[in-house]
């Protein structure tokens, strides 16, 4: 190895070097990489260091580029014999930047990391405001006209008290954000989905100005026009009803409790099917899922629970639902089906269920509530509140017989 005497930057001089001229330092250099021994090229030049820091008494080499930051010369280390695949260590003269590391820590690179960071927290910062305006457009856009008490509907008026119950804040000014919640307001997700839209659709509770940013997504449709959204579950919402009286906490308790004797028969019997209904999915759900399955009910499941609520209580309902789904896994495990056959075959199961112990007349025993899939706030205040039959609703078939 040739190593010519100008490409050696000799302005730093190790101490242990400083003895030397810069041939001799040259000398040393080319000598080490020919492999002399290094106690011997220590003794000749009267070196006091270790052979195995020889390397780091080392001068820097120019090298043919100057420093990106400043314009500065750029030199490179002499790497050990043992390192010569590591990437060179190439660095500025008069800033110290590093050219090829990731991360420089550099004066310069530093400064422009700290422009970089306050620019980004400028641009979060000016998001975060423009999601507040639009929030807020879309909010007071949404104003509207509150709803007179007389004109909710027998509907309107269950799924108040359930939701009221659910969570109202203790200031009766707020509805608290669902999934805030210990309790569930209704069977399943979709029904609660339904329950909050269908209030806010009737302008009967509107999303508030009070929910967390987060609560809010702004979505851009297809045409490049945006929208605001709002998360069911973790808005808040303000209650858009006021009575005649103009007495708000006399209102509140009757959006409550409503008085029993508004629901007529029909009503309370088509919102038991419902309610049984969704009852009967949640357990089907909970089921599948237990076992591994992934089934998401369709149009058919729910023809199927249905029909089989024309016939029998929630109760032997579940008890249809755990045998099918016990079945169909005792079957899958014993490799006589597929998992996905054995998953589809549920609802069949369930069907075929139904049907014989109609036609064999059997006496389908109902099993009652099970303390993992708690009974859900719309549930309680029908069967309890309204029609006041308790745990019949959940033991006996649907029934405009009930009073
Ligand atoms: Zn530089
Ligand atoms: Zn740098």
Redesign the pocket.
């Known amino acids: 190895m040739r190593i010519s005497i100008e490409s050696i930057n000799f302005n730093n001089i190790n101490k242990n070097l400083k003895h030397l001229s810069n041939e001799q330092i040259v000398e040393v250099i080319e000598k080490y990489y020919r492999n002399e021994k290094i106690q011997d090229i220590l003794d000749e030049y009267k070196i006091s260091t270790t052979p195995s820091t020889l390397i780091k008494t080392f001068p820097t080499k120019f090298v043919d580029e100057k420093c990106e ?1 400043c314009g500065c010369q750029l030199v490179v280390k002499f790497k050990s014999k043992s390192s010569m695949y590591e990437k060179e260590k190439v660095n500025c003269l008069q ?4 050219k090829n590391k990731r991360f ?3 004066r ?2 530093k400064a422009e990391h700290k422009v970089m960071f306050l620019e980004k927290e400028e641009q979060l910062k000016k998001a975060l405001q423009e999601k507040i305006e639009k929030v807020q457009n879309a909010l007071e856009s949404n104003e509207v006209l509150k709803i007179l008490e007389d004109n909710l509907t027998l509907e309107d008026r269950l799924y108040m008290s359930a939701l009221l119950r659910c969570s109202l804040s203790e200031d009766m000014s707020i509805i608290n954000p669902l999934g805030k919640i210990d309790r569930i307001l209704a069977p399943t997700e979709k029904f609660v989905q339904e329950i909050i839209k269908t209030l806010v659709a009737r302008k009967i509770i509107k999303v508030s100005r009070e929910s967390s940013l987060d609560a809010f997504d702004i979505r851009v449709d297809e045409t490049g026009a945006e929208g605001v959204t709002y998360r069911i579950y973790d808005a808040k919402y303000e209650i858009n009803v006021i009575s005649e009286d103009g007495d708000y906490g006399a209102l509140i308790k009757r959006l409550m409790y409503p008085n029993p004797e508004i629901f007529d028969e029909e009503f309370c019997y088509e919102m038991w099917k419902k309610v049984a209904l969704k009852e009967s999915e949640e357990y089907l759900l909970y089921e599948m899922r237990k076992v591994g399955y992934n089934f998401t009910p369709g149009e058919k499941t729910y023809r199927v629970l249905e029909n089989l609520l024309d016939q029998f209580s929630i109760g032997q309902i579940y008890n249809i639902i755990y045998r099918a789904v016990a079945n169909s896994t005792r079957r899958y495990q014993a490799k006589e089906i597929t998992k996905i056959h054995a998953q589809n075959s549920v609802i069949a199961s369930c069907e075929l269920q139904g049907e014989r112990a109609v036609a064999e007349n059997w006496t389908l025993k109902a099993y009652s509530r099970r303390i993992d899939v708690p009974q859900s706030i719309i549930s309680e205040v029908l069967f309890n509140s309204i029609m006041q039959i308790s745990t019949l609703g959940f033991s006996e078939v649907p029934t405009k017989d009930f009073r």
């Open positions: 930051k800033c110290g930047h590093d420089c820590n550099c310069l690179c």
